[in-house]
């Protein structure tokens, strides 16, 4: 059954898992099943009529109701409910500036206790301003369950298994089986196809999304964007902020070979301080892959002093990768690194 029908006539499960290729769409697809569940006038096909105050709300992702929730860095342990919600104020304020598009989440971006705390505690409360209310998670399967708190875990299974009748829950996930079986086997699982070619081209004619686009991938046309989409238009983002910490990890690498130290200390400084942990983890991910080729090619050309400072260097990144979730600000991780680098890549 179309999700539009499922809604209109009613029959739309209580809690239900969109899962699909990363970058379909699902996080999107789930805010239209939320603006369609509080739209004041939705057509007689159960779309949302894109005009009432509760549409407005919604496709401005400000609707009361409507609560999104994605994986976070880690916050400070002792977050308040208030604490968590205002940092979902500022990264929901940040996606809806990119017009809706967004990175990936990043490896070290997790939902964690206190957030689960937080939709357990809006989901006990009334609708502020209509009849319902719909929660969105996304990324489900980053979901952390080692955090000791089962009182929080088993709170959310419970909702999840039951949502009060007023609610609605939809979970999204790229990754089906890394989702926690205790979670997959409480919601109705529907899958979301990649996009016909159609479909792209339209998200491609977007002058919004079309204008990212063309800043993004500068020299390729729209057919090769398509190609490129491969169904799942939310991979043109990811290929883009790959590209930019492939080049923030060659600026890195340049800098430590430089031998340069206020050239170092410049680059470590551009990492900048708290924010953008997870972008700060790719480009660490990319300087590994780098210092990587420059390893094999040391190993092929029978350079074993090469070789052996470059694979030194890589246990350096990785251990500076430890602690990007310690709250150390990646500017001062990245002085630390590029020193060591700077001795071992010599
Ligand atoms: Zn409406």
Request: a neutral charge; one cysteine or more.
């Amino acid at each position: 059954m179309r999700l539009s029908t499922a809604i209109q006539r009613g029959a739309l499960p209580g809690s239900l898992l969109l899962h699909g290729p990363r970058g379909v769409g699902k996080q999107r697809l789930a805010l239209w099943v939320a603006q369609s569940l509080v739209c004041s006038a939705p057509g007689t096909d159960g779309t949302p009529c894109g005009r009432c105050q509760s549409c407005r709300f919604a496709l401005s992702l400000a609707h009361p109701d409507v609560h999104w929730f994605f994986p976070r860095p880690r916050l400070e342990s002792g977050a308040t409910n208030k604490d968590v919600t205002n940092d979902f104020a500022d990264a929901i304020a940040e996606r809806a500036a990119g017009s809706g598009l967004y990175a990936p989440s990043s490896g070290l971006e997790g939902i964690y206790v206190a957030t689960v705390r937080v939709i357990v505690q809006l989901a006990s409360i009334s609708p502020a301003m209509g009849k319902r209310k719909v929660f969105i998670i996304g990324d489900a399967d980053h979901m952390v369950s080692q955090e000791g708190s089962d009182e929080a875990a088993n709170a959310l299974l419970k909702l999840l298994e039951e949502p009060p009748a007023n609610t609605t829950i939809v979970l999204t996930s790229s990754e089906h089986g890394a989702l926690l079986p205790t979670i997959r086997s409480r919601v109705v699982n529907v899958r979301v196809a990649p996009l016909a070619r159609r479909d792209i081209e339209l998200f491609l004619a977007d002058s919004v999304v079309a204008d990212a686009m063309r800043r993004a991938h500068r020299d390729v046309s729209t057919a090769d964007l398509v190609r490129l989409a491969n169904g799942a238009p939310g991979a043109l983002i990811a290929a883009d902020e790959r590209e930019a910490a492939i080049e923030s990890a060659e600026r890195l690498l340049a800098s430590a070979l430089s031998g340069d130290r206020s050239k170092t200390i410049r680059a470590a400084m551009a990492q900048g301080t708290s924010r953008a942990r997870g972008r700060f983890a790719d480009i660490l991910d990319a300087l590994t892959e780098l210092v990587a080729e420059r390893a094999r090619a040391a190993v092929a050309s029978g350079d074993d002093r090469v070789a052996l400072g470059a694979s030194r260097a890589m246990a350096s990144i990785e251990r500076a990768k430890t602690l990007i979730p310690n709250n150390v600000s990646p500017a001062l991780i990245t002085a630390a690194l590029l020193r060591d680098l700077s001795a071992e890549l010599s």
